[in-house]
């Protein structure tokens, strides 16, 4: 039996509906700057793989045309541990705000991501003031595995990605046996593991560029804008103001 669609909606605030369609959904204005895409990792190590791993593909996006930018979480605080003016907290904010796309690559530790690549992210909340310093951003997910291939860890960052409001792209890699995949100077030997890397990295740029002028059109939402209205009418029944009459 074919669904009825009543042409009425009782519990839906049509002064904050919004139907989306092609017009809406072009970019604002036009973007002169290369992608920013930052890019962290989850270890402290010498010969840190997941770092390695970072730099790989933040040469790749530098040939592709963006700007890479590469966190080191050396001298990073535990969350909670110190205000949020420390250096280093700040320089990530900065770097969390500036981009438009991030890469997030972690060893995978008792089957999941260590804990410094998590304070990282612990570090960047949902909302600084009216700023929200990852939502609407790209996202692209790695991982290094000392041992035969697994995706714990890029399944546990894929979640941590939908939390922070991010759009994840559907690519992903994980490097198994890192130790074996990289070269004394630290490069990343040609095998399937590089030719996937490239692939991430390839997609990363397309949904970033795709979603450029776009975000904030994306990220908007229903229930925020009703609440939003909701909040400036309570404020203006506190303040006596008489609402404006409907022609």
């Avoid at 040469?59 to 205000?83: S, V, W």
């Avoid at 714990?152 to 792209?169: E, Y």
């Avoid at 030997?189 to 991430?200: A, G, I």
Wanted: with cysteine; net charge neutral; glycine share 6%.
């Amino acid at each position: 039996m074919p669904l009825l669609l009543d042409a009425s909606f009782p519990a839906l605030d049509e002064s904050q509906f919004d139907v989306p369609d092609l017009e809406k959904l072009a970019p604002v204005g036009a973007i002169a700057h290369r992608p920013r895409i930052l890019l962290l990792y989850g270890s402290l190590r010498e010969r840190s793989y997941s770092r390695l791993l970072v730099e790989e593909a933040a040469r790749l996006l530098t040939r592709m045309g963006a700007e890479a930018r590469i966190f080191d979480p050396t001298g990073l605080p535990q969350p909670d541990g110190c205000p949020p003016d420390h250096p280093k907290v700040q320089e990530l904010r900065t770097l969390s705000t500036w981009s438009e796309g991030q890469v997030w690559c972690s060893p995978e530790r008792h089957g999941t991501i260590t804990s410094i690549f998590k304070s990282q992210i612990d570090w960047i909340p949902l909302e600084i003031g009216a700023v929200r310093p990852t939502q609407g951003k790209t996202l692209a997910v790695m991982q290094v595995s000392g041992g035969s291939q697994s995706f714990n860890a890029v399944n546990a960052l894929r979640v941590l990605g939908r939390w922070m409001r991010m759009v994840t792209i559907p690519n992903q890699s994980s490097v198994a046996k890192a130790y074996q995949e990289f070269d004394d100077a630290g490069r990343m030997k040609p095998s399937p593991y590089y030719d996937r890397v490239v692939d991430v990295m390839e997609e990363l740029m397309k949904f970033t560029l795709l979603l450029r002028g776009r975000t904030d059109y994306l990220t908007d939402r229903y229930s925020e804008r009703r609440e939003a209205r909701k909040k400036a009418q309570a404020m203006i029944e506190a303040a006596g103001i008489a609402p404006p009459e409907r022609s």
